[in-house]
Every structure is written in C-alpha cells, then in structure tokens.
C-alpha cells in the first residue's frame, strides 16, 4: 500500500483537502475530508470481498481517497466534482506509482461516481458509486431536513 500513502503525502493532494476543508468550514452537511475518504475506501473494499469481485485493494483505496478531491474546484467555479476530481487525480496517481491501465480504471470511476446510471454494475465504478452513498450516517445527522438527498436516498437506518 506504498502508493496509497504517496497518494496521502502528495504536496498537490494536501492542498486540494486544505482548500476543501476551509471551503467547508461552515458547510452543515457531510464533509469530504479524510474520515469520508477512508470510509468510502473501506466499504469499497467489503464490497469487493463480500461480491468477490477482484480489484487490486490499492485501486480501491486510490477511488476512496481521491473521488471527492474536485469538490474544492466545484466549489470556487461550478465545476463538477466527479470531472474535475478526474482532472486532478492523474497527476496525483502518475506521481505516485500508479501506471497505464490502472490510471485509466482509477480514473473513470471517479468520473462516474455520481452517474445513476451506473450504480448497480460490479465493476468499480458502482462499487465506488455505491460505496459513497453507503457511507453517510444520515440518521445521525442534525441537518438531515435542510439536505437535499431525495427521502430514499438518504440511509435511515443501519444496514448490516
Ligand atoms: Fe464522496
């Protein structure tokens, strides 16, 4: 898991989570910081145990730590997250280690992880998709009423 900690260390990567979490500093809904970052990673990776679906554990955690790094831009100019998180995360991947083909699954998930119409494949794309929405605790949220994630959308109760 070297990579995933060059990804962590990368000097471009800690200034997009810097300028996120000063863009967010007043938000009153859910952060994307390293805590949703790790979750969605985690989850990402039962998914792929529990449905034996076999990707490299540090792709995995690669879409986990690098989905939402665009929010930053989506923020300062409109721009979606999903592409500009695309946009930001080759560099980073090329920076630490990651090569060829790897890049190019890393990086379409990302792009994708907020299209509906992949959500169910068993491919990394959905399980990045998926795993993102599995990760908000919605029923312990203050702002749950103010949100605009539609009723079914939101996770209610604890899904084992
Ligand atoms: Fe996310």
Known sequence: MKKIQRIYENKDYQYYLREIEK????R???KHDMAHFLDVARIAWIMC???EIKYNK????????????????????????????ARLA??????SGFEGNEIEFILKAIAN????AI?????????????????RACYTCESIELCNWSMNKKNLKIEV
């Open 23 to 26: 863009m967010e500093v007043n």
């Open 28 to 30: 009153v809904y859910c």
């Open 49 to 51: 145990l529990e449905n």
């Open 58 to 85: 540090t792709w995995v955690y690669a879409c986990g730590l690098l989905h939402d790094i665009g929010r930053g831009c989506q923020y300062a100019t409109g721009e979606p997250h999903e592409v500009a998180g």
């Open 90 to 95: 080759k560099g980073i991947l090329e920076a």
């Open 113 to 116: 992880h907020k299209n509906k």
């Open 119 to 135: 959500a169910n494949q068993q491919n990394l794309d959905g399980i990045l998709y998926r795993a993102d929405k599995a990760s």
